[in-house]
């Protein structure tokens, strides 16, 4: 008899899975208004900005939509803070630019495909520039942050701790999706502290002041993932005829409580990204992390990817991989989105009569996927942690020829687990995807011949029917040519 209570720890991750526990306490559920105080009767009680709020604080509005938005897209929290953002020095551009213009995208109709990443890590020896927002390396995307129109993914690695060097950063261009692989993330933000580990997602809103730190970082870079969305902002997907849960269930989403820092001592520097350029401080500023309190709907949150909920067939056939989705970003076009979010993790294949794995496909909309450990029932070899792959518009992609023989030849209809080692993921989206100089650079020149290049002809003529050249005549048993 199966006596525990739940297949997961606290945490989301199958019982020990992780290394080091959460440290910090969150606010669960998914949207949604929410409130925090770290000191006792700060909130206002029946107002949002009274003429002497508590503590002698100040109130300042934190606005992630425009004020006339729908209700279930309006975004607003209210911030009690020792001083106010407008307090801050001004800015001035960055002589280090780590961000690739997105006018040097290639477009292209070839599939990508990438081993491990390079370390993005920069070389130079200045203090504190081995840090996040200088590890951020643009891979591919489309769109424009001054018009907040599009994405951009990255792939990202540091040693340095931002904390440690006294260091903010926000995106006033976008928010940050990002998909830590090696190392955990501690981060602290405005409106508090989250602790974020491999197989987990962390979500920081355009515009949040944050600082990151990895404990592993001093022994190997801290590296995973980043989609910056320029375009609205992530929701769960609608789920039809699924019913009333499964997939990410909302409760599983966790957003952090009050906690603030109230040193006068103007030590920092506020790093900012603003229209794909690195902005910095003009002079040290006192810590951005003075929120004592909150309320509202527009903050950070996480989530823990092994508490996704897959469905699947349970006879035959395989679903499309929209079953998968874990967030989406919702387009214009209704049904479709800037990106989608899906992963594929642990869960078992039972189609009888089946081909299991993915399919050979041409899609309307593009695919960017990563994998952030193990291996993916699609490959049978290399497609690696670390590295990723594109597949734009049209472009065909599938099983390669060992994944494609694998299951040919398999000869029973047992069940089969898959993704218990790993997660892999994919960034679907209606766009187009550009290419990065770098990413070309450093992509698999072999990728298709290698995977699909020795794909064997299979095709058999049933007895009887008569082989013509061109393109049939319309006649009763002309197929047309044998090509």
């Known amino acids: 008899m199966n006596n525990k209570a739940s297949r997961f720890d606290v945490d989301g991750k199958p019982l020990g899975e992780f290394d080091v526990a959460d440290p910090y306490k969150y606010i669960s559920g998914f949207g949604g208004f929410k409130e925090s105080e770290a000191l006792p009767d700060t909130l206002p009680v029946g107002q949002n900005s009274p003429l002497n709020p508590a503590h002698g604080l100040y109130t300042e509005k934190f606005s992630g939509s425009a004020f006339t938005a729908p209700r279930h897209e309006n975004l607003q929290t209210w911030l009690y803070r020792i001083l106010p953002s407008s ?8 002589p280090i630019q780590p961000f690739d213009s997105l006018d040097s995208l290639v477009f292209s109709p070839n599939q990508n495909r990438w081993p491990p990443f390079p370390s993005t890590i920069t ?11 200088y590890g951020l390396k643009l891979v591919c995307g489309n769109g424009n942050p001054t018009t907040k129109d599009g994405f951009a993914i990255y792939t990202y690695g540091f040693t340095g701790d931002m904390h440690e060097h006294k260091q903010a950063f926000s995106s006033s261009d976008g928010d940050l999706l990002i998909l830590p692989r090696t190392g955990d993330l501690n981060i602290h933000t405005e409106l508090g502290n989250l602790y974020v ?6 979500l920081l809103p355009r515009g949040l002041k944050f600082s990151i730190s990895s404990h592993l970082s001093s022994v190997i870079p801290a590296a995973g993932y980043c989609l910056e969305l320029f375009q609205g902002h992530f929701t769960l997907p609608s789920l039809g005829a699924i019913g009333s849960s499964g997939l990410a269930n909302p409760r599983d989403f966790l957003t952090p409580v009050a906690s603030f820092d109230s040193s006068p001592t103007p030590d920092w520097t506020l790093l900012t990204k603003f229209s794909q350029r690195l902005w910095l401080s003009s002079k040290p500023s006192p810590t951005p992390f003075n929120v004592v309190a909150w309320h509202g ?32 970003a919702p387009a214009t076009t209704p049904g479709t989105g800037v990106v989608d979010f899906a992963i594929f993790s642990e869960r078992w294949l039972v189609g009888e009569n089946t081909f299991r794995p993915p399919w050979f496909h041409r899609n309307n909309m593009s695919e960017f996927m990563g994998l952030l450990g193990g291996e993916y029932d699609g490959k049978a ?46 960034w679907e989206s209606e766009r187009v995807m550009g290419v990065s100089p ?13 995977s699909w290049g020795a794909l064997e002809r299979k095709f058999v003529m049933p007895s009887g029917v008569k082989s013509s050249v061109g393109f049939g005549t319309g006649k009763k048993g002309d197929f047309g040519a044998d090509f």
């Not at 070389?123 to 927002?133: I, L, M, N, R, V």
């Not at 770098?438 to 290698?450: D, F, K, P």
């Open 123 to 133: 070389d130079s020896t200045e203090p504190g520039q081995d840090t996040f927002p």
């Open 438 to 450: 770098w990413a070309l650079e450093t992509q698999e020149e072999a990728y298709v011949e290698e």
């Open 381 to 426: 070899k290399g497609f690696l942690p670390g590295g990723g792959s594109l597949h734009n518009c049209m472009s065909g992609h599938g099983p390669d020829k060992g994944a494609f023989e694998k299951e040919y030849e398999r000869d029973t209809e047992d069940a089969v687990k898959v993704g218990e080692q790993g997660i892999a993921f994919m």
């Open 297 to 328: 709907s527009y903050y950070p949150y996480k989530y823990a990817l092994t508490k996704f909920s897959p469905i699947g067939a349970l006879l035959f056939d395989h679903p499309d991989p929209s079953i998968f989705t874990v967030l989406t």
């Open 87 to 94: 307090s801050q020095p001004t800015h001035k551009e960055s």
């Open 197 to 202: 580990r491999p197989n987990e997602l962390v």
